[in-house]
C-alpha cells in the first residue's frame, strides 16, 4: 500500500495528514490517491493529493473539502474497492491498476458464432473472478478466464452484429463491434402431416434450424423450392415427379436426416376412356412407384409397360364397365370410368338353321342384358335366349340361305361384325340337292325301285343311286346330307338313308304322301288316307302325329323358317296352316286346280303350282296369291300334272310333272321366267 509525503520545510505532510501534526497512515484509500496520482500525474499533481484522506473518520475516507476535479471521488473509491478485492484474493493489487478505467482495445476473432469463445484484449481488467462483467448485443457473456490484459468469454444468443463491452467496478470500456456468424447447424426432420398423401397434395414438415434458403428433396424430385420456410417447419405441395420414399430439407446449413413419407398413386387421365377387350390404355399420373396392380372393377389388368407417372395395361376378356384404379404398397388411388364395348371373337356355329341355336362368342357384352342391349342379323333384331358377359346365345334367323352379318350392341357401342350362315332357309324344307350340289329323284308312282343322283352338280347327268327303294315317292334331304324318302300312296314306309351306309325305316300311320323337314332335320309326313301329319324325329326316329282333322289327301307339306306347316289338299284345290306356336289350324288360299307339291322360296314366299293347269302362283305370308309364271309355253309333248316342286337358294324352281310322251320331265325354271327341260323318264322328286 502507498501513501505520498511532502516536506513544506518544517514538517512531513502526506495524503491523510494535510497539516502538520497530523497522522499519517497507510490505508487502501491512500493508495488509491497515490495510484491515480501516479497514473494521472497532470490531472492530479502529487501536491494535490495532501489531504485528500482525512483522519477525522473511522475508518478514515475521503475529505469532500480537498476537490480534484479531474477525478471524482467515485472514481478513487472504486480505485480502492478494487484494491482491497485483490488484496483478499492475495493478488498483486497493482499491476491491474495500469489505467484507472478497463480499456477494450481488440477483439479476436472480429466475427464469431453464438457459443464461440472470444478473446477481448485491453487493460485495466480485473484478474478476480466476478470481478469483470462482458456484455455482448445486450446479453452479458460468460467469462471463460480473466487477466488484467485479457479475457477469454464466450459469445451469447445474439442474432446479428453487436457491440461487446468490458465494466469493472472501476468502469465499462467504450464498445467494440462484434460480427456475428450464423451457427451452420443443419435442419432437423421431426415429422410429416400428413404422411400419406399424393402429388398435388400440400404436406407440412416440422423440425429444427429451418431457414429460408431451404429446400426439400423429395424421391426422384430433388431440390424443390417450399411454398413457406420458417425456423419450425415449411409447406410444400408434392411434384408430380416425386417417388415414394425418403425426404430430406437441405440449406446452406447442411442436409437433415432422412423421413418416410408413403406417396399415394394417383390417376390424372386415361388413353381412352372405352375399347374392346385387347386394346391398350395408358393411364397418366403419379405416385405408381416402381410396381403395383391396375384393377378394372374387380379383374386385374395386364400390364405392358410400368413407370412412376405412367402405365400401359390392355383390357383383359373378363373385364366388364368399371373403374380403373391403381394399387401399391401404400395405398390405392383414385379410380377413372372406362367402358367395355363389345367384340366377337366367333359364333358358333358358324353356319345353320332358323330357330337352330347359336352362340356368340366374345367379350364387352355386359352381364346381363339391358334395354339397349341387341343382336343383329345384318340390321334385323335376332331373338335372344340367354346372355352373359362373354356369351350370347340367339336363334338363327330365317329368310333365304345365304351369310347374315352378326352383330352385338350394347351401350357402349356395336361390334365387329361376324359371318353366320343360313343353310337351312324355308324353302330347304323340301330339298333335294346334297351339300354338294347334286341333284336326286326318285321312281314315280308308276315304276318302283330306284333313286337317282347327279354325277356332278348341274351337269344333269343321273346315275341310279339307289335300287330297291320300295315303290316310288317323295324326297328330301337334310343338312346333313342324309337323304329321306316316303313312298307315293302304295305303303306307310319312310325311309332315311345316312352318309355312312346305313338307312333307317319307320311306318306313320297312314298311307305316306308329302314330305317336308324342319330346321333341325325332323321329317314331317302327309298322308293320302287318314288326314294326319306326323312326324319323326332325326334323333331318336320315334313318331308322332302332329295334328290332324283335315281332309284326306295331304299330297303337298312345306314348313317356313319359324316352323310353321303348309299343306295341301288335292282333292279340293286348299292349302292349309298349322300353326306350330298355337297348334291352330287355318285354310291359308285357294287354288283350283288341285295343287299337289308346294315350297318356300328363298324369300318366305309359298310357290304352288296347279296341279292341272300351268299357273305358278306365289302367296305371302297374309294368303295373297298372284300369278307367277304361265307354264303352258313349256309344255311340248302333253304334260298333264305337276308331281313334284324345289326350290334351289337363288330362287331357281324346278318342277316334275307327268308327260304322255315320257312318263316324266323335270324343267328348270329360273328368277326371270326362263325354263330349261333337264331330264324326261319316270322320276319324280
Known amino acids: 500500500i502507498r501513501t505520498i509525503v511532502l516536506w513544506n520545510g518544517t514538517n512531513w505532510l502526506s495524503i491523510s495528514n494535510g ?17 491515480v496520482s501516479a497514473l494521472d500525474p497532470t490531472g492530479l499533481p502529487a501536491a494535490n493529493t495532501i489531504g485528500k484522506v482525512t483522519t477525522a473518520f473511522n475508518p478514515p475516507a475521503l475529505d469532500a473539502a480537498v476537490v480534484i476535479p479531474a477525478h471524482p471521488d467515485s472514481e478513487i473509491n472504486a480505485v480502492a474497492t478494487d484494491l482491497i478485492s ?165 440449406n446452406s446449413n447442411g442436409t437433415s436426416n432422412q423421413f418416410f413419407v408413403a406417396l399415394l398413386p394417383a390417376i390424372t387421365g386415361l388413353s381412352a376412356t372405352s375399347g374392346t377387350t385387347g386394346s391398350s390404355v395408358t393411364l397418366s399420373g403419379s405416385g405408381f412407384a416402381s410396381g403395383g396392380t391396375v384393377t378394372i372393377g374387380n379383374v386385374e389388368m395386364n400390364q405392358t409397360s410400368y413407370a412412376n407417372n405412367s402405365i400401359v395395361v390392355t383390357v383383359p376378356d373378363s373385364a366388364m364397365d368399371g373403374q380403373i384404379s391403381v394399387v401399391t404398397a401404400f395405398g390405392t388411388s383414385n379410380s377413372k370410368s372406362y367402358l367395355v364395348k363389345p367384340n366377337i371373337s366367333n359364333v358358333n356355329p358358324n353356319n345353320g338353321f332358323p330357330e337352330s341355336e347359336i352362340t356368340i362368342n366374345g367379350t364387352g357384352f355386359g352381364a346381363l342384358q339391358t334395354s339397349g342391349s341387341a343382336v343383329f342379323f345384318d340390321n334385323r333384331p335376332a331373338t335372344i335366349t340367354s346372355w352373359s358377359n362373354t356369351a350370347v346365345k340367339i336363334k338363327g334367323e330365317g329368310g333365304g340361305p345365304g351369310d347374315r ?67 316310288s315317292g317323295r324326297l328330301a334331304i337334310d343338312p ?33 304322301f308329302g314330305l317336308a323337314l324342319d330346321s333341325a332335320g325332323n321329317a314331317f309326313i302327309g298322308t293320302w288316307s287318314n288326314g294326319t301329319v306326323y312326324k319323326v324325329d332325326a334323333n331318336s326316329f320315334n313318331v308322332s302325329a302332329v295334328f290332324s282333322g283335315t281332309s284326306n289327301y295331304q299330297s303337298g307339306l312345306s314348313i317356313d323358317a ?38 318356300h322360296a328363298p324369300d318366305g314366299v309359298l310357290i304352288a303350282p ?60 329360273s328368277t326371270n321366267r326362263s325354263f330349261t327341260l333337264i331330264y324326261s323318264g319316270n322320276y319324280l322328286f
Open 86 to 250: 485483490f488484496l483478499n484474493q492475495d493478488v498483486d493489487p497493482f499491476a491491474p491498476l495500469s489505467v484507472i478505467k478497463p480499456r477494450l482495445d481488440s477483439l479476436t476473432p472480429a466475427a464469431a458464432k453464438v457459443g464461440d469463445a472470444v478473446a477481448l484484449a485491453g487493460a485495466g481488467f480485473s484478474p478476480v473472478p466476478g470481478g469483470n462483467t462482458v456484455m455482448i448485443g445486450g446479453k452479458q457473456a460468460t467469462i471463460l478466464s480473466a487477466s488484467p490484459k485479457l479475457i477469454i468469454a464466450a459469445v451469447p444468443a445474439i442474432s446479428a452484429d453487436s457491440g461487446v463491452t468490458v465494466a469493472t467496478a472501476r468502469g465499462t470500456t467504450a464498445a467494440r463491434t462484434l460480427a456475428l456468424l450464423q451457427n451452420t447447424i443443419a435442419p432437423v426432420v421431426l415429422g410429416v402431416a400428413p404422411h400419406v398423401a399424393a402429388a398435388g397434395n400440400t404436406i407440412t414438415i416440422t423440425g429444427q434450424n429451418f431457414t429460408a434458403d431451404s429446400r426439400v428433396n423429395f424421391q426422384g424430385a430433388a431440390n424443390q423450392a417450399p411454398a413457406t420456410a420458417e425456423a419450425n417447419s415449411v409447406t410444400i405441395k408434392i411434384p408430380s415427379s416425386a417417388l415414394p420414399g425418403t425426404i430430406t430439407v437441405s
Open 480 to 512: 346333313n346330307d342324309r337323304v329321306w324318302h316316303v313312298t307315293h300312296l302304295r305303303d306307310n314306309l319312310v325311309t332315311r338313308y345316312n352318309t355312312d351306309g346305313s338307312q333307317q325305316q319307320v311306318r306313320v300311320g297312314g298311307s305316306t
Open 405 to 471: 352379318t352378326v352383330t352385338v350392341k350394347t351401350a357402349n357401342g356395336t361390334s365387329n361384325g361376324v359371318t353366320w350362315k343360313l343353310t337351312w332357309g324355308a324353302n330347304r324344307s323340301h330339298y333335294v340337292w346334297d351339300s354338294s350340289g347334286r341333284m336326286y329323284v326318285t321312281s314315280s308312282h308308276c315304276c318302283g325301285g330306284q333313286i337317282l343322283r347327279e354325277s356332278s352338280a348341274g351337269s344333269g347327268n343321273f346315275q341310279v343311286w339307289k335300287n330297291g327303294t320300295p315303290y
Open 19 to 35: 497539516s502538520a501534526g497530523g497522522a499519517v497512515i497507510l490505508s487502501a484509500l491512500t493508495t488509491a490517491v497515490a495510484l
Open 562 to 599: 319359324v316352323g310353321n306347316v303348309y299343306f295341301t289338299r288335292d282333292r279340293n284345290g286348299a292349302i292349309g296352316k298349322w300353326d306350330k306356336s298355337t297348334g291352330q289350324l287355318t285354310t291359308f288360299s285357294v287354288i283350283s286346280n288341285f295343287p299337289i307339291p308346294i315350297s
Open 610 to 669: 296347279e296341279s292341272r293347269s300351268q299357273w305358278i302362283y306365289r302367296i305371302d305370308a297374309n294368303g295373297n296369291a298372284s300369278q307367277w309364271f304361265n307354264f303352258g309355253s313349256a309344255t311340248s309333248c302333253g304334260d298333264i300334272r305337276t308331281h313334284s316342286l324345289s326350290v334351289q337358294d337363288d330362287g331357281t324352281i324346278y318342277l316334275g310333272k307327268y308327260a304322255t310322251c315320257a312318263g316324266s320331265v323335270g324343267y328348270r325354271i
